[in-house]
């Protein structure tokens, strides 16, 4: 069983930046996959970034260039570092497990509880 707990949302205003966090517990951590997902109001949860427990990493277009998704295996922890946010990535980020890359980024194990996200324009 995996636990997981995001932090670090908030107000943004276009072109900032926000950190999110995830904290996984369970000792197996790093033998996870991990993901971010999002969901804008009215529109379906969408991934994304996904991080491999050997550490390669996944995009989604939107998040290319702008979003690194990151992990510190002795934290525990997953990061999502957003740049240059826009209003369109208003949404509530969601943090996701699985054991597998190819299964955290299409139907994860795990879900975390999610941090809301809001860039004014």
């Known amino acids: 069983q995996v636990q997981l707990v995001e932090s670090g949302g908030g107000l943004v205003q276009a072109g900032g930046s926000l950190r999110l966090s995830c904290a996984a517990s369970?000792?197996?951590?790093?033998?996870?996959?991990m993901a971010w997902f999002r969901q804008a109001p009215g529109k379906e949860r969408e991934f994304v970034a996904a991080i491999s427990f050997t550490g390669r990493t996944y995009y989604a277009d939107s998040a290319k260039g702008r979003f690194t998704i990151s992990k510190d295996n002795a934290k525990n922890t997953v990061y999502l570092q957003m740049n240059s946010l826009k209003p369109e990535d208003t949404a509530v980020y969601y943090c996701?497990?699985?054991?597998?890359?190819?299964?955290?980024?299409?139907?994860?194990?795990?879900w975390g509880m999610g941090t809301q996200v809001t860039v004014s324009s």
């Open positions: 996701a497990a699985a054991r597998t890359l190819g299964v955290v980024v299409g139907s994860p194990d795990y």
């Open positions: 369970g000792r197996t951590f790093s033998s996870y996959a």
